[in-house]
């Protein structure tokens, strides 16, 4: 009991963070869980259902605003959980000393968020795209506005959804940054739209991959019920501060945190050599 006590702790504080600077969860709490002595692979797999718990509350606010594109989601989706899938396996199967390097690597992608930001301008439709009638509106309370915007490139975006897939299956983060980076550049999304509706496929891609871990026996039933409460719990605080803190602190705690957890994950996978 005390030990759940404590990891429902851990997964607070890791929530909190997470929802701060705007790195998924699981990508912080998987260094943690590595860090006081879970295995690795145990780590990644457990860890697969706070990213559900997190990703399923925040959704469900923007799916009620009318920020997320439903459809888009539906369609991402199948290359997001044929990705996560297969990286799952992947996982299931490699030598563990591989997933910290890979872990660490991937980590860094979360440094793209800090590329020069999309300007939304509209673009015209491929014919997939517009066959699949991917497009929609929302209403900007910042700008006070309306903004409509047309999907381009569906396939070229699916595929690299399938690639963001297979790295959250393998190393069991929700690969957010990178999913991002493709609506917004491949896919031709605004911000808003690209985010909100990467949270919600983040869900359904985590719930693919827990279902591999979960046939393979990784799955450490304990440690799941503690993380996904404290999580939640840590996100939602984190996410009500979030308009309070300044800018700059927050992109400070950002690089802190990430470079802390590739040192970290490096320096693991070279003791395990």
Known sequence: MDNMAVLAGISLVVGFLGSLIGLGGAAI????????????????????????ATSSGSAASYVKQRIAN???AMFLEMFTVVGAIAGATITTIINPVFLYFFFAAFLMTSFLRFRKKNTHTAQPQDRV???????????DEAAKKQVDYQVTNAIFGGFGMMVAGLAAGMLGIGAGAFKVTVQENVLRLP????????????GM????????????GLMNLTLMAPMA????????????????????????LFFAVVIY???QMIYKGVAAL
Do not use: Q
């Open 191 to 202: 911000s808003k739209v690209a985010s909100t509706t990467s949270n919600f496929i983040i």
């Open 70 to 72: 439903i459809k888009l």
């Open 29 to 52: 709490l998987i260094p943690v869980l590595v860090l006081i002595g879970i295995p690795v692979k145990e780590a990644i797999a457990s860890a697969m259902v706070v990213i559900i």
């Open 229 to 252: 409460i404290g999580g939640t719990i840590g996100a939602i605080i984190g996410g009500r501060l979030l308009n309070r803190m300044n800018d700059r602190v927050l992109m400070w």
């Open 261 to 263: 957890l590739i040192i």
């Open 205 to 216: 891609t985590a719930l693919a991959g827990l279902s591999v871990y979960l046939a393979t």
């Open 129 to 139: 795209s517009r066959w699949l009638g991917l497009s929609g509106s929302y209403y």
